[in-house]
């Protein structure tokens, strides 16, 4: 491969929620004496970003002054053309693009001008985390309609209890996960296209949260939300960011796509009134950088190497962790296990499976807090060569011990 996914960081004392935050608030315990730290928890990446990222912000550093500015053409272009070229959008213009110092803040600003607070807000479940304090946090109920698992074990949308959750809890606006976090599921266009003709029938306004985009798995491809109808497309905020594909959260941004000129100019009005949504320069400088043509090499390469890392640990589970289910994810880098049938053969609890991996340093996720009631959450965006550390202690000192 022409870049690096092979070597391991060394990200301690660099600032990595991962690795230095272990032990401490809501993050995992930190392993016992005699293992090392193999980060599988919080979702970001063990590989170094394409170096055209670096590259465009130390070329900008160079210059010693960093005063007001506008955003570049660059950066508008940079995207269309990202969209364009990964995606299949058309006819998608500069004055579409609204920059979002990051997907939450920019939910919250779109469902501030679809709702009133305290209004319900249908969201599809488990769910990422970072949604329901969100919403929890500025006043809206989410009322959930659980996805299911079919005979093969792949999460489908419950069509029926979609619509009489709308109808039941009088919903307006929806928030629409694609990829879906933290199932993995890439939604197929027909899926969409039904989903979206719910919320058309029932004028439910939607917030797609898209940031997982770019990391689709191989024989997967990504739809746009506001792809599949023009009644999508003019009732849809979609929301993007480079942050997850190229391990830029530490930087912030993200952008926001709206096609319909009013809601375009409620949200930005609305992002607005609290006067911190500006964009940072350098993260311009990195999306720029991101997305120039090795950035489109590096995300071939990266989901070629994410692939390999899901196929691993899904074979490695089904052929040594009896009791373990793991639907394979088609997008992210994340697997949703479910333990149910493990802990009630073991006479464990979750809890203590979760603190037995982060004893030997599987610093895993407990699935709780994402909706899962049996499920952990694990990160393989890692050197493939520790991800077979990690399933090798889970091995032997874990789920065989």
């Known amino acids: 491969m022409k870049y690096d996914f092979t070597s391991i960081m060394d990200r301690h004392g660099k600032d990595a929620l991962a690795v230095d935050a272990l032990g401490h608030g809501w993050a995992p315990a930190a392993p016992k004496e005699g293992f090392d730290a193999i980060p599988m928890w919080v979702a970001d990446m063990?590989?170094?970003t394409v170096p055209t990222i670096t590259e465009a912000i130390r070329e900008r550093i160079e210059h010693p002054a960093f005063g007001y500015f506008d955003p570049r053409d660059e950066y508008f272009d940079s995207i269309i053309r990202w969209q364009s070229t990964r995606n299949g959008v058309v006819g998608l213009e500069p004055k579409h693009i609204g920059y979002e110092n990051g997907v939450l803040g920019g939910v919250v600003s779109a469902l501030n001008t679809f709702c009133s607070r305290g209004d319900n807000v249908l969201v599809l479940s488990p769910l990422y985390v970072g949604f329901r304090g969100a919403l929890s946090n500025n006043g809206y109920r989410i009322v959930e309609s659980r996805l299911v698992q079919d005979e093969a074990g792949?999460?489908?949308?419950?069509?029926e209890d979609v619509e009489q959750k709308i109808v039941q809890n009088r919903i307006h606006a929806a928030i629409f996960c694609s990829p879906h976090n933290p199932t993995g599921r890439v939604w197929e266009r027909w899926e969409i296209e039904r989903i979206m003709e719910l919320y058309r029938k029932h004028d439910v306004y939607v917030v797609s949260d898209e940031i997982w985009s770019d990391i689709i798995l191989d024989g997967h491809k990504h739809i746009p939300t506001q792809s599949?109808?023009?009644?999508?497309?003019q009732r849809t905020v979609a929301m993007y960011a480079p942050s997850k594909t190229f391990n830029l959260a530490g930087l912030i941004g993200a952008y926001h796509i709206i096609y319909n000129d009013r809601i375009r100019d409620r949200v930005e009005k609305e992002s607005s009134l609290g006067h911190y949504n500006s964009m940072n320069m350098l993260s311009m400088y990195a999306l720029i950088g991101a997305y120039k043509d090795e950035g489109y090499e590096w995300v071939d390469e990266l989901r070629e190497v994410l692939s390999g890392n899901v196929d691993y640990a899904c074979k490695y589970i089904a052929e040594h962790f009896k009791g373990v289910k793991v639907f394979h994810p088609e997008g992210t880098y994340?697997?949703?296990?479910?333990?149910?049938?493990?802990?009630?053969?073991?006479?464990?609890t979750l809890d203590e499976l979760v603190a037995a991996g982060c004893d030997v340093g599987v610093t895993w996720q407990d699935g709780r807090v994402h909706g899962g009631t049996?499920?952990?959450r694990l990160n393989l965006a890692l050197p493939l060569s520790r991800v077979k550390e990690a399933f090798d202690r889970l091995d032997r000192y874990v789920f065989n011990a």
């Open 334 to 348: 994340m697997l949703f296990i479910d333990c149910a049938e493990w802990l009630e053969q073991h006479g464990k």
């Open 154 to 159: 792949v999460w489908r949308i419950d069509f």
């Open 228 to 233: 599949v109808s023009e009644d999508a497309r």
């Open 46 to 48: 063990n590989f170094p």
């Open 374 to 376: 049996t499920h952990i």
